[in-house]
């Protein structure tokens, strides 16, 4: 075996011997740690019994339909989350209110900056930084030219662009539930001030308008607030599996103890 492929192998990150990459695949901190936990759950579930012992490794960090299901089944086994009591749902309710208006609208536009196979993510942040500061920094006025449409038409990669990256009037319900968090967590009006981030890449907004909606009852929302703490608390039970069964394996070439894995956000 030549030295070049021994000192490949050596430097491949493993749990409990299995490798988590290739030799030729180049993963980012946080991809590496989800692949970790993954592969921390597969062999709890091979040793719980639920997975066959010869079940293959995932390849590139797919794992096969059966390993699926087994983890599936191991923390449904290992993770229990108690119903939290209406006070608890009430503390939620009260704290959280604004996740709970309904009929809230706003009238936005934005400039995608969307995450495609191939895109070189880093550099496409820098751009997106770039076009957000630009049209943040510009003071629109009588006579001058609009520059956030202007950078929709030219930059954005949503057809809304040749609209100068208007949306019109959204709801909570008409965007992905990682946009409306972001455009309707407060009442900002104008360019956000941080690139938001959807499952379609990085956006730069601005928000034209705001129409306030209403708070509803408590009661007609418990079982929503009920289902919002018991996701914490599986969240958190989940965390504390996860270093359990870190704590017993034998862990070469990553860090789980550096940031949260996005297996568990």
Known sequence: MSTTTESAQNTLARINGVALHTPDEDLDASALRQRACTELLRQAAQRAGLLAVDDSPPQQGATSEAATAAIEALLAQALVPPDPSDEACRRHFDAHAATYRVGDRARVRHVLF??????????????AEAALLDVRCYKAGAGRDDRFAAAAAQ???????????????????????????????????????????????????????????????????????????????????????????????????VDLDSADTPLVQ
């Open 114 to 127: 969307a995450v495609t196979p191939g895109v070189d993510v880093r550099l496409l942040r820098q751009r």
């Open 155 to 253: 930059l954005s990669n949503c057809p809304s662009g040749a609209q100068g990256g208007e949306l019109g009037w959204l709801t909570r319900d008409d965007c992905a539930p990682e946009f409306a968090r972001e455009i309707f967590a407060g009442p900002e009006i104008g360019v956000l001030p941080r690139l938001v981030h959807s499952r379609f890449g990085l956006h730069v907004v601005e928000v034209l308008a705001r129409e306030a909606g209403h708070l509803p009852v408590f009661e007609s929302v418990r079982g929503a607030a009920a289902m919002a703490l018991r996701q914490q608390t599986f969240v958190t039970a989940l965390r504390h599996y996860l270093k359990l069964l870190a704590g017993e394996a034998q862990i070469e070439g």
